[in-house]
């Protein structure tokens, strides 16, 4: 008979072994791990989790809020954002803490989470922050929730590039056991390099669920052996008072980054999966590719028959890579040795391929690999005639746009064997794959060839958005961010919105020049909390004929229906 002591509170408690949690929950459970390994170490720290809910990470603060006996018991705070660079701002705090007196612990390690808007309106943020540094016991793990095919958000978004632009190493995982040992691995790198480390929550993998081990020890950290610390000292690179900007940006660019690249070196982040054992015929195919698609990828192989050995055998070598940015030269080295080919699948925009690419510009002609990837081997820029006497950009062969299909992985693999391998039996699964695909394409259910079933969606009856979104004849409204937006779809005469926190602004940059007098902005009363009110100042600072209405439904119902932040008035 199994153990009947487990109870659901036991993903929280159980000290070893595994448990069963979602992806979101191995997120609620993670600092608590943090603070077991600290407190095996002798460290006397404390846990700050602070951020502000979007999808995929809309559910994260009412699974801390119901663990809170449990952060409680690892002292752990949990104080959400008004937004999520406020959020950001209090995380920074923490930092600081022991550069004053009266701190109470060693230091704070901390969390921050919010999804890729929140991202983006926290880079002022961020690039100070990160700049400033983290303290020695303490460290910064950014959650980054991306949503790459825009199901629940209004773009998709790929943060990554904004990390870059910031100067923040990013940690992708692929699954719920990864969300656990990178962000143990996040926290340990910030407290060695200084920097405020990325974590990123992909949509498809953050809300799944899976049993994983929980051992907080289980995680063997390695402090890198060949990084040399400035002067020394092994808190050279950590938050410090006073710390002027060119210092700080010098602390950075020529140390910081290079000893997150040595602590995933040190801790082999980035490995091959998958290679010959045969020196006689070595790898001539290299994939290179994370996260998610890692995981297209291990499915497109299954889908086309291709096993471990198979793959092996026919010449394949598989580098998953778990820092995306910036990333490790070195073992980017040693797995392009001796390929022909090596062929980048990432989802959306290019990350690796780009990286990739210069770290391997300088190799000599005759044993640099060829790297394809978003394109073909044509390239990019190669500039074809379109047939109507315009010129366009390359063939696309993993796009860009949208989020990646198994099924085109799977065509591009093949594509890219077949130049070295072929089998009829690889071919028939691919056909197989292509049919599967074209039918979902045209709407068809794959296993009845019948229509999938679309339905629009519409406010639910009762909810007082179904009479708050009407406007009286003649006006009209601009939406905003929230349940309501989908009034968009009605026949209400409200069109266009802007991102959180702007409603209704756009109409300051046109009242001055339109003959309309005056028009509606809907404004939810979480976004109110969130930042809305600024846009309210706006309007009445440029003195526009606008009404806004405050949709109050008394709950920031997108996302799940938290409670709004704090009181309206
Ligand atoms: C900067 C940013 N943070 C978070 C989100 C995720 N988000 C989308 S709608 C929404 C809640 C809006 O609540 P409210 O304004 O009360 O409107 P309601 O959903 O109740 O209609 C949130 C947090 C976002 N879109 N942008
Ligand atoms: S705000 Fe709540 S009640 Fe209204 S449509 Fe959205 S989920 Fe339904």
Redo the contacts with the bound molecule.
Sequence with gaps: MGDLSTTLDSRYTANSGRVFLSGTQALVRLPMLQRMRDEAAGLNTAGFVSG????PLGGLDQALWKARPHLDARRIVFQPGVN?DLAATAVWGTQQLNLFPGAKYEGVFAMWY??G??VD?CGDVFRHANAAGSAKHGGVLVIAGDDHAAKS??LPHQTEHVFKAVMMPVLYPANVQEYLDYGLHGWAMSRYSGCWVVMKALADTVETSASVSIDPLSIQIRLPDDFEMPKNDPHALNIRWPDPPLQQEARLLNHKLYAALAYCRANQLNRVVIDSADPASPARLGIITAGKAYLDVRQALDELGIDDELAAQIGIRLYKVGMVWPLEADGVRRFAEGLEEILVVEEKRQLLEYQLKEELYNWREDVRPRVVGKFDEKGEWALLPTGSGHLTHGDWLLPAAGELSVAQVARALAARIGRFFTSSAIEARLALLEAKQRSLAQGLLPATGMAAIQRTPYFCSGCP?NTSTRVPEGSRAVAG????YMVTWMDRNTATFT???GEGVTWVGQAPFSSEKHIFANL????YFHSGLLAIRQAVAAGVAITYKI?Y?D?????GGQP?DGPLR
């Design positions: 502000y809910r979007g999808s999520e919010g999804k808007p929140g309106r958000s209004t958005h961010i929230g349940c309501h991102h959180m926190g939810g009363d979480g976004t949709l439904n709950a920031v119902a997108m996302t709004v």
